[in-house]
T-cell receptor
Framework: DAKTTQPNSMESNEEEPVHLPCNHS???????IHWYRQLPSQGPEYVIH???SNVNNRMASLAIAEDRKSSTLILHRATLRDAAVYYC????????????FGTGTRLQVTL | DAGVIQSPRHEVTEMGQEVTLRCKPI?????LFWYRQTMMRGLELLIY????????DSGMPEDRFSAKMPNASFSTLKIQPSEPRDSAVYFC?????????????FGPGTRLTVL
């Protein structure tokens, strides 16, 4: 499976935008980029996914580099409830969608 | 929908005892996954089922661990005998395999402590 690299931690002020980066230089053409997050004392939850084009949903936006070797999860206005560990995961189309979690980025949001 | 349901939410047991963790996936989902989370190893996949059939159990640590899915609405993860190093949070997740790629929905987890 292609590997992803994320910073260990990031900080943000509440109400500010947050850009969470992910590098995946060995991504293959059929790998989807998925983001999950894990709030304290909860199971992981799906955030967003994309293949080539940028994606938006009610939770976040996903910006994918033209060469697909990196992507950025964008939280437009961070709130205290967004404090979590964010995981960037590659899933190959047509596979069982097994999730291989790395260490993720721990996002701290302060007032 | 109630989401993925796991029971018990907390389990404390003594070394050597049998432990059974339970999971009810979301109705209509046909894939089920068991994960384990520890501080040392993070989140790791133990086993997954497709249409009640175990597909990949390469993540199961050893023979003390076993998982079953007797029907589409119920799965168990059993540890016999349990050891202190099995202490972890165990998550169950389910997904629907319709469509090319779909998200997994996780339960709240079972926090297991083996003394």
């Amino acid at each position: 499976d292609a590997k992803t690299t994320q910073p260990n931690s990031m900080e943000s002020n509440e109400e500010e935008p947050v850009h969470l980066p992910c590098n995946h230089s060995t991504i293959s053409g059929t790998d989807y980029i998925h983001w999950y997050r894990q709030l304290p004392s909860q199971g992981p939850e799906y955030v967003i996914h994309g293949l080539t084009s940028n994606v938006n949903n009610r939770m976040a936006s996903l910006a994918i580099a033209e060469d697909r070797k990196s992507s950025t999860l964008i939280l437009h206005r961070a709130t205290l409830r967004d404090a979590a560990v964010y995981y960037c995961i590659l899933i190959r189309a047509g596979t069982a969608s097994k999730l291989t979690f790395g260490t993720g980025t721990r996002l701290q949001v302060t007032l | 929908d109630a989401g993925v349901i796991q029971s018990p939410r907390h389990e404390v047991t003594e070394m050597g005892q049998e432990v059974t963790l339970r999971c009810k996936p979301i109705s209509g989902h046909n894939s089920l996954f068991w994960y384990r989370q520890t501080m040392m190893r993070g989140l790791e996949l133990l086993i997954y089922f497709n249409n009640n059939v175990p597909i990949d159990d390469s993540g199961m640590p050893e023979d003390r661990f076993s998982a079953k899915m007797p029907n589409a609405s119920f799965s168990t993860l059993k540890i016999q005998p349990s050891e202190p190093r099995d202490s972890a949070v165990y998550f169950c997740a389910s997904r629907s395999t319709s469509g090319r790629v779909s998200e997994q929905f996780f339960g709240p987890g079972t926090r297991l402590t083996v003394l």
